[in-house]
């Protein structure tokens, strides 16, 4: 596996998915705390209240963090801590544990990877119509604008919304996530829209108001399409299939990107959704539409597809292939593919946002020996190795996750961590993949080292001849 010697190993994390605490310290409570109160909604009525006790343990879990070497530390701010009723009163205690925990990670030479929204959307602002109100991109704005006067003199890397695929789509559209809502389509896309235009506002605040140069995107979710064979047929369906839309649902590769990056809404989604688009005002995809430094996207898995003659493509079940935990494929050529067709499509540089597995761990005599993990991030990254290879600009990559934590709808029964935490008394154990990946990121630097090395050697022999 070849990486650039300036490539950025990283993991990364969510606020509410790790820190806990979400009531106290002045903080206000998220959609995700509403839907944590609602019978049914979370498996065995499992909720963010403790979680990893983070926002008590982060300094530790820095520590932990170094132990492994990580270069760069991508997680998220929680809104409401900081704005308990989504805009106006500042929690001053919430603004200063994000600024000691940017502090712990730069005395740890990690560097802090920021994202804005990682879905616990402020409850208060839920109440005053959340992400269908025109005003949410103005909230989302100013919000923007506290974190970064208060930390961009010590952070650059920006990300400002996970996944809209997910927080309007399974949060709106299908209900199983916070806000927990299954609206129609057309205000589905109404609340869409408006993330998309937050999105447009915070870059234009973070790009004015920052105190240090900013690099910034944002992370999309992604099924990405797996040719079933290199025949260029195959090839093109795959690309076709990546970018095309099926059924009424945002939930694809090309709603939320095309606008942000190619500044306007897929032809064949407007059509697809005709009378259900929403008003779009004049300004309004100039605004979505912001300068990008890269292409940040999340890959777990992916699908294959093959070219048919009646049109064009068509889904391929494979029916042998291993599952993870969470019942999603093992498809390590998704990270040959999606970054390939990614940046083909938006031709920006590729960071993997989020990358990993859930596995069914367990510590054993203090250890977690968690095999099949080490497996699967050995042949994905072995693909983006190949994409890389290939031409594709790639600048790092955060594996999903640093610790154990809540997973959304599903609590705590799935373990994506490379640290396993034992939630009764807050321990944390390094699982056998935390050492592989230490590793791994050890010899690339040792190595980036010696090229460095060997090409200053040469121009000082080329500079004595
Ligand atoms: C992604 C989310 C992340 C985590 C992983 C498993 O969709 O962004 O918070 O839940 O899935």
Redesign the pocket.
Known sequence: MKFAKDFIWGA?T?SY?IEGAAYRDGGGSSVWDMLGRQAGKIANGETGEVACDHYHLYKNDVALMAEIGLQAYRFSISWPRILPDGAGKVNQQGLDFYSRLVDALLEKNIKPWITLF??DFPYALYCRGGWLNRDSADWFADYTQLVVDKLSDRVSHWITL??PQ?FIGLGHQDGVHAPGMKMGVSEVLLAGHNALRAHGQSVQVIRAQTKTRSFVGA?Q?SIISIPVSDHPNDIEAARQHMFSVQEKHVFNNAWFSDPMILGHYPEQCVELFAADMPTIYPGDLECINQDLDYFGV?I?SGVHVRATEANGFENVEKEELPVTA?GWPVTPEALYWGPKLFHERYHLPIVIT?S?M?NDDRVDNGKVQDRERIEFLYKYLGEYARAIADGVPALGYFL??LLDNF??AEGYR?R?GIVYVDYETQQRVLKDSASWYKNLIAKHISESLQDAETATDKNQTIECI
């Open positions: 990364a969510s998915q990682h879905w996970n996944e997910c992370s979710a999340n777990y969470m989020e990993g859930a999903w996750s997973e959304w799935k994506f």
